[in-house]
């Protein structure tokens, strides 16, 4: 394993993950019922759609480097851009978790109802598509997958236990601008390779 890797994508998961619907999703839960089993849920979904992820761009690893660079360049701009219109748009999902109620419910209802909304929620996300990315980039699959379900699982925490608290300090506006800084910079790391190769 490549803890240099690991690092990394850790670093562009979490920052990607922070500003998106599932963190809110997870914060909501984290209202609704008890944290731990919501992070149990969560944890699962998130660590189904890694393994998914990270498979994903282990087969896209198999192209050409050049035009391996290229779709990487390209769906990482893809995501600077999704990122950028997101930080334009209306920050509805902090007058939700606003106005949210904590709430109670069993163990198993909190973790199938988390496992279930993160699940479906986290199908075609920013942090999928960077996670399959990496993969297809680093060569590395296990390190990518560490890094992100860290990421991944670090975001959930942060939204679960303090969300709310979060909201008040950073906007979601500036996450989400800072995310689509990162990837700009990586699609245009990956075009110089692609041009280099």
């Known amino acids: 394993m490549n803890f240099a890797v690991v690092a990394v994508v850790f670093g562009i998961v979490l920052i990607a ?5 599932t963190m809110f999703a997870s914060l909501m839960l984290g209202t609704r019922f008890a944290a731990r089993w919501v992070f149990i849920g969560a944890a699962a979904a998130f660590l189904v759609h890694v393994i998914i992820a990270v498979t994903a761009g282990s087969l896209l690893g198999l192209l050409p480097h050049r035009i391996l660079e290229f779709i990487i360049a390209a769906l990482f701009l893809a995501g600077a851009i999704f990122m950028w219109r997101e930080s334009r748009s209306k920050e509805e999902g902090e007058e939700e978790a606003a106005a949210a109620k904590p709430g109670n419910g069993t163990a198993w209802a909190a973790i199938a109802s988390s496992f279930g909304v993160i699940f479906i929620g986290e199908w075609g996300d920013i942090t999928q598509i960077a996670t399959a990315n990496l993969a297809a980039k680093y060569h590395d699959a296990l390190s990518v997958a560490v890094g992100a379900t860290l990421g991944l699982w670090t975001a959930a ?38 041009f280099r190769s």
């Open 157 to 194: 925490l942060i939204a679960i236990t303090a969300g709310k608290t979060l909201l008040r300090i950073i906007s979601v506006q500036l996450l989400h601008r800072v995310g689509a800084v990162i990837f700009l910079g990586f699609a245009v790391f990956s075009l110089v390779e692609a």
């Open 17 to 21: 993950e922070l500003p998106d619907k």
